[in-house]
């Protein structure tokens, strides 16, 4: 996949930039120069920029608020993320999470390449994406937020620490269908890294280390 531009939107807890900060990790791993634009600028809760030290730390450029304002709710659009949508690099975008937070995409739709990825993250675990209906639903909300088409599925079904692999296949299965439904290809399926021996999925496999850890866990990571 060659894409430039890809972006990834998903409600709370869907594990939306987890994803996200893998998939801008294993393309820097590839070689081209990344620039992770962190957009999620309204609910100030596990957002990229939490982990800046480790995403810049693997060679991936940041393009996210002031270290300053981390703990400010402003969903302000720095000159930076205009900057690098005008640029060559290729572009991993953590979309706001919720409806509400895909706003902040809207503005910026009309300078997205035509051909820019629009990834919905998935979690049939969650209460608002247990079902087939459920992951519809959250898909054409996000959308009618964003301004912006959803090309593809991530399915990443999981339960934190209580993972196991069963729970990745039943979830999966729940993504599958959703997939099927709706016409939209699965892009992968976010596993994390210790369960991929464990499980045998179809199609390509996202291997997850979690960087958005809860407060209690970062001494201890």
């Excluded at 809760?45 to 995403?55: K, L, N, W």
């Amino acid at each position: 996949m060659s894409l430039r531009v890809e972006v990834f939107i998903g409600p709370f807890g869907s594990g939306k930039t987890e994803v996200a900060i893998n998939r801008a990790l294993s393309l820097v791993r590839a070689g081209p120069p990344i620039t992770f634009i962190d957009l999620d600028l309204v609910d100030p809760y596990f957002r990229a920029r939490d982990a800046r030290g480790r995403i810049q730390a693997a060679g991936v450029r940041l393009v996210a608020p002031p270290e300053a304002w981390d703990a400010v709710d402003l969903p302000l659009l720095t000159p930076e993320v205009f900057a690098a949508l005008a640029g060559s690099d290729r572009l991993v975008i953590d979309a706001g999470g919720e409806a509400h937070g895909a706003l902040v995409l809207r503005q910026l739709v009309h300078l997205l390449p035509s051909d820019a990825a629009v990834y919905l993250v998935v979690n049939p675990y969650r209460p608002f994406m247990r079902t087939p209906e459920k992951i519809a639903a959250a898909r054409a909300a996000l959308e009618t937020a964003a301004g912006s088409r959803v090309t593809a599925l991530v399915a990443n079904p999981h339960l934190g620490a209580a993972t196991t692999p069963q729970t990745v296949l039943a979830g999966f299965e729940v993504a599958r269908e959703a997939s099927e439904r709706m016409g939209l290809p699965i892009a992968w399926t976010a596993v994390a890294a210790d369960l991929l021996d464990a499980v045998d999925l179809p199609g390509e496999v996202m291997p997850l280390v979690f960087h958005m850890l809860p407060p209690w866990e970062l001494e201890v990571a």
